[in-house]
């Protein structure tokens, strides 16, 4: 049974960071290529960042040089460090499994994240 399990999520204020983590069971965690999209109310879903099975990343323009992605394959976890957060990060961040194609095989539940003063 896939079970992913995210946490970090909270309320910051502007400029400040927040480092969330997903972990993973029930699937072979080093072959998947692992992400994070973002949805926020009134906005297209949006790609964040992404990490392929073989630990190339990508991130969307908005959060280049603010976030960074990485994975830790003997702890099944992926985790996206947030740095200098913005009002307009606030969303609900929901972590991923697929290919290094883009196709997504499995979701989080998304947590939540808020920026504001």
């Not at 995210?6 to 699937?27: D, H, M, W």
């Not at 630990?55 to 323009?61: F, P, T």
């Not at 992926?78 to 200098?84: C, D, G, R, T």
């Amino acid at each position: 049974q896939v079970h992913f399990v995210e946490s970090g999520g909270g309320l910051v204020q502007p400029g400040g960071s927040l480092r969330l983590s997903c972990a993973t069971s029930g699937i072979i965690f080093r072959t998947y290529a692992m992400g994070w999209y973002r949805a926020a109310p009134g906005k297209q879903r949006e790609l964040v960042a992404t990490i392929t099975n073989g630990g190339s990343e990508n991130y969307a323009d908005s959060v280049k040089d603010r976030f960074t992605i990485s994975r830790d394959n003997a702890k099944n976890t992926v985790n996206l460090q947030m740095n200098s957060l913005k009002p307009e990060d606030t969303a609900v961040y929901y972590c991923y499994a697929g290919l290094n194609t883009g196709t997504i095989r499995y979701w989080g539940q998304g947590t939540q994240v808020t920026v504001s003063s």
